[in-house]
C-alpha cells in the first residue's frame, strides 16, 4: 500500500547526491539538471559555501520563535535590498511562494481597505486559499476558495488593464514572466500601464517573482527590464536554494503594526542562513550576469537548431513551444540523454536550471535537443 496521498506523478528515479547543476542516481548515474527542481537550486545543488554556512548555523541555533532578535535576518533583508536594487523596501519573512502571495493580498486589502482582485489569464499564484483564487485554473480551486472579489483580465492586454482597474480594486497581482503559464514574457507597456493605473486608482501593484525573480532573467527581478517599480514584490523558490523561505518586498508607504502579519517558521535562523549565502555565493560569482549570459547562448543554440513554434523568455528562464505536445521529447531528454527539463502546458519544455549553469552543461542539452528533434521530424 501507498502510505503518501497520491498527488504527484512521479519519475521512476530516485536522486542520492547532488552537486553543481548534476545529479546522481541510486545506481550512479549521473544526470544533468536543467530545471533546478522547479527554480529552486538558485546557485548549484550543494555549493559548498551555502553547505558551511547551513552546517554552522545548525551547530549554533536552528530556530527560535519570532519574540527574540535575530541579526540573520536583519543581514538577510540588508543584502536583498542591496543586491536587488530595492535598498529602502522592507522584507517580509515567510515559507513559501503561495504564503509570500497570501500576505502581499492581505497586506494590500490591510493598506487601502478595498476587496477586489486584477489576475490574468494563464497566472498561477500558488495554492492556498487567496493564492489560489488569483490562479487561473479551475481544477485547482476548491468551492471552499472564496474567489467572487476576483477579475481575470487578459495577460498582456494594456487596453483591457486601461479599462479594468477601476477605483474599486484591492491589487494587481501579475508575474513579470509567467511560469507555470508557459513562461509568457510581460510586455514592458503593459507593465507600465498596471503601474500608471494603480497609481491613478490606488490599487495596490503585486509582482509574483517566486518564479521569475532571484536573478534568473538577467535582472534581480524580471520586471526591472520595464522600469516601473512594484508596490510588492514576493520570492520564494532560489531564494533559499532548496532551503524553504519565502518573502515579500515592502514599499515604504505600507505601515507595519504589530500582529498585522506573522508565522511561526518564517525567518527562522536556518532559513536566513540559507538565505544569506545565496545571495552572498550570487554577489561573488556574478551569477546573475552568468544567467544572462548562459539564457543568451542557449537561446542562439536553440534558434540555431530550430523545429519549434515559438521561443520565449529571458535570461535562463527559457520556454521553447513547438507544435506538437513535449511529453516524448522530455522523456527522451530525461531517459536517454540523462537530462532534466520541464513542461509548461502540454507543448512547452521549459527551463529553469541554476544561474550557475556553465557552458559544459547548455551544450549536452543542446546537443540532446538536436538528436531528440531529428528523431521527432524524422518519425513525425
Ligand atoms: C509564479 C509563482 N507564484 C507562486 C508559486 C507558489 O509557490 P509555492 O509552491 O512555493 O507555494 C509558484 C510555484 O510554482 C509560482 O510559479
Not at 541510486?26 to 529552486?40: E, M
Not at 546537443?367 to 528533434?373: I, K, P, T
Request: glycine share 12%; proline share 3%; net charge negative.
Amino acid at each position: 500500500m501507498n502510505h503518501l496521498f497520491d498527488v504527484y506523478p512521479l519519475y521512476d528515479i530516485e536522486p542520492v547526491k547532488a552537486e553543481g547543476s548534476y545529479l546522481w542516481d541510486k545506481q550512479g548515474t549521473r544526470y544533468t539538471d536543467l530545471y533546478g527542481g522547479h527554480a529552486v537550486i538558485s546557485v548549484g545543488h550543494a555549493h559548498p559555501y551555502y553547505v558551511e554556512k547551513l552546517t554552522q548555523q545548525l551547530r549554533a541555533i536552528s530556530f527560535y520563535s519570532n519574540s527574540v532578535q535575530i541579526p540573520l535576518q536583519e543581514e538577510l533583508a540588508e543584502k536583498l535590498g542591496t543586491l536587488s536594487g530595492y535598498p529602502d523596501y522592507r522584507l517580509f519573512l515567510c515559507n513559501s511562494g503561495a504564503e509570500a502571495n497570501e500576505n502581499a493580498l492581505k497586506l494590500a486589502s490591510f493598506h487601502n481597505g478595498r476587496t477586489k482582485v486584477i489576475a490574468f489569464t494563464k497566472s498561477f499564484h500558488g495554492r492556498t486559499a487567496g493564492a489560489v483564487a488569483v490562479t487561473d485554473n479551475p481544477s485547482i480551486v476548491a468551492p471552499v476558495n472564496y474567489k467572487e472579489h476576483v477579475t481575470f483580465l487578459p495577460f498582456n492586454d494594456a487596453a483591457a488593464a486601461e479599462a479594468g482597474i477601476t477605483d474599486e480594486v484591492c491589487a494587481v497581482i501579475v508575474e513579470g514572466i509567467q511560469g507555470v503559464g508557459g513562461i509568457q514574457v510581460c510586455s514592458d507597456e503593459f507593465l507600465q500601464t498596471l503601474r500608471r493605473k494603480c497609481d491613478e486608482t490606488g490599487a495596490v501593484l503585486i509582482l509574483d517573482s517566486v518564479q521569475c525573480g532571484y536573478g534568473r532573467t538577467g535582472r534581480f527581478f524580471s520586471h526591472q527590464f520595464s522600469g516601473i517599480h512594484p508596490d510588492l514584490m514576493t520570492m520564494a523558490k532560489g531564494m533559499g536554494n532548496g532551503f524553504p523561505i519565502g518573502g515579500v518586498l515592502i514599499a515604504p508607504k505600507f505601515k507595519a503594526s504589530y500582529g498585522l502579519l506573522g508565522t511561526t517558521f518564517g525567518g527562522n535562523h536556518l532559513a536566513c542562513a540559507a538565505g544569506v549565502a545565496v545571495l552572498d555565493i550570487m554577489k561573488e560569482e556574478n551569477l546573475i550576469e552568468n544567467a544572462a549570459r548562459m539564457g543568451e547562448y542557449l537561446m542562439q543554440g536553440i534558434r540555431e537548431i530550430g523545429g519549434y513554434k515559438e521561443l520565449r523568455g529571458r535570461g535562463l528562464m527559457i520556454g521553447i513551444e513547438y507544435d506538437f505536445p513535449v511529453k516524448d521529447l522530455r522523456n527522451k531528454l530525461l531517459f536517454e540523454h540523462k537530462l532534466f527539463t520541464g513542461v509548461a502546458g502540454a507543448n512547452t519544455i521549459r527551463l529553469l536550471p541554476s544561474l550557475a549553469l556553465g557552458q559544459a552543461e547548455a551544450d549536452a542539452f543542446l546537443e540532446a535537443l538536436q538528436v531528440c528533434l531529428n528523431v521527432e521530424v524524422k518519425g513525425a
